[in-house]
């Protein structure tokens, strides 16, 4: 969509602090071999190049067309439910927005585990839906409710981050597991309404065609966000992060 590489790029700018932080707190180096799986528009593999001048950084996706090398950052087209890294091969893996997409998560999890040098650390980040059952907007409520619903007929699990990614990491054999939550704001202009209308442009139509709501619900919904009173939360990010043991 010709809209796709705008969305991505709203989705690292309100993600990139939170997600800067969790790569730091693994205590980085500038040696570091690091992979980022479903890189999307490459931003945070960009920050990976620049934090291990030393190292070397994949990014790695099943569609590479955002994707460019450059210094030390390849790109590698790669689909994360088959293809495979040898054993070892990452000091530093980080995935964002992409496990829970997938109906394979929780054995992609242990593959990621073992394409991790020992000590090597995972760092995944997921939204989570919560959120929006207790929007006191009927309107967004709606219009949530339906794109939730529309991810889960696609294999998606809107609540995977919340309620199965940390257990997931710590039950395939991580250590050092720790979890965050940043909940979403929107309301007020900045990035989030941004990202949420270029998204309901997307899927919008497609959410009438499968009759998940009405056009005057994905309308009603989509104008909260120029309401300037308007202000509530959409779902949350879940960040965890271990460490392969060893
Ligand atoms: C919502 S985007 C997130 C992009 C990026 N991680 C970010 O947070 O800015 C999900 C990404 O996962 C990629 N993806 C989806 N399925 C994949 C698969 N099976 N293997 C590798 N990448 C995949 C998509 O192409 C897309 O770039």
Redesign the pocket.
Known sequence: MPTELGR?RL??EF?EPITTAALERTGIETRWRCL??????G??ARWLGKRCPDGQVIA????VKFLTAEGNVDVRE????TDDFAPGSFDLIH????LM??PERVELVSRLRSWLTPGGWLVA?DPTGFTSASSPYPEWRRLMDAFWTLMTAHGGDPLWGRQRLARTIAESGFAEVDMAIHTVVVGGGGPADRFWRAFFSQVGPRMVDLALLTPDDLAAGVALLDEPSFFDSPDAFVTVWGRRPG
């Open positions: 991505l989705l690292e993600l980022d799986l479903g890189a999307g528009a931003g945070v790695a996706d099943i569609d790669f689909d994360a439910r995935t964002r927005a992409m997409h997938l980040t």
